[in-house]
């Protein structure tokens, strides 16, 4: 299949080229050229603008940072829908607000398109091994024709429900993700003050009730995980400014929907600290640090 593929950033990248592994034809497009350039030094072919991307595609993806680049990208004078033939399979798989999915494909489906909303979890490392999750909001029939190009680059395709479900699931799990971080880093930094060693208190409560991925998988105190980015000096994975645009999304999401977030509000609030402290583009576990006790 041809494929348009726009936004090659740490995740559209890897997403992308699985396609291709998968046997796919990918033209993709990103602002930065290096991300372009790895695209087409892997096989694929690089697009001079929406218009070139989308030209005889026969499904079109954009993973990008937030909802105002997918509505520009989308909805643009130039952009995704002025150009895409009718009837073509069409996905966003970026993390953005979603009644920001449900207007973008409101706009779609008044031109013949079933657009859906198909955030992802699993971050940059499921992007590579093709193992994401996919959280679906939108028309069932239009996740069947994406299901086999989705299964190219995850492992779980969950249909959430109507438009912009998929988005409303992503920032749920999101919001109690970066809560769990942060009662995580406080549980180890308790201990440590006691003069716990991380590592037996982890396995403990791994054990315990007080289990939770971000303990079990993802531990924030250097030492505990070789595979964590604790080990590598909070290098990749998920970046403390993505947390904040993810906490944004769900405190804005609470305040629309008068549901009641406090602990949302806080942990967006002590990752706005973190960020402010200069750790923004470090992994948003690092969160642990600035909760250690100083000296
Ligand atoms: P990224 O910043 O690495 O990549 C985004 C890419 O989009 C960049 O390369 C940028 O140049 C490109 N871009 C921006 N505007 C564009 C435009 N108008 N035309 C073409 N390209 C454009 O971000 P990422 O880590 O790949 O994340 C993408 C999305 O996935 C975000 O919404 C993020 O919240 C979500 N997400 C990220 C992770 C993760 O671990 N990084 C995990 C799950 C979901």
Known sequence: ???????????????????????????????APAQVEALVAAGGEAAR?????????????????ASKHVERVWLGEDGVLAHVAPGTRVADC???????????AQAAAGQGLALIDAPVSGGTGGAQAGTLTFMVGGDETALTAMRPLLEAMGRNIFHAGPSGCGQTVKICNNMLLGILMIGTSEALNLGIANGMDPKVLSSVMAQSSGR???LEVYNPCPGV?????????YSGGFGV????KDLG?????ALASGAAVPLGALARSLYDLHSQAGNGALDFSSVFGMLGKKG
């Open 94 to 104: 970026s993390t953005i607000a979603p009644e920001v999915a449900r207007r973008v």
């Open 49 to 65: 603008d929406i218009a070139h991307a989308v030209q005889g595609a026969q499904a079109v993806f954009t993973m990008l940072p």
């Open 225 to 233: 995980m070789d595979s964590a980015p604790a080990a590598r000096g």
């Open 249 to 253: 999304l769900a405190v804005e999401n």
């Open 1 to 31: 299949m041809d494929i348009a593929f726009i936004g090659l950033g740490n995740m559209g990248l890897p997403m992308a080229l699985n396609l291709q592994k998968a046997g796919h034809r990918v033209r993709g497009l990103d602002l």
């Open 241 to 244: 400014d993505l947390m904040r």
């Open 212 to 214: 939770n991925w971000a």
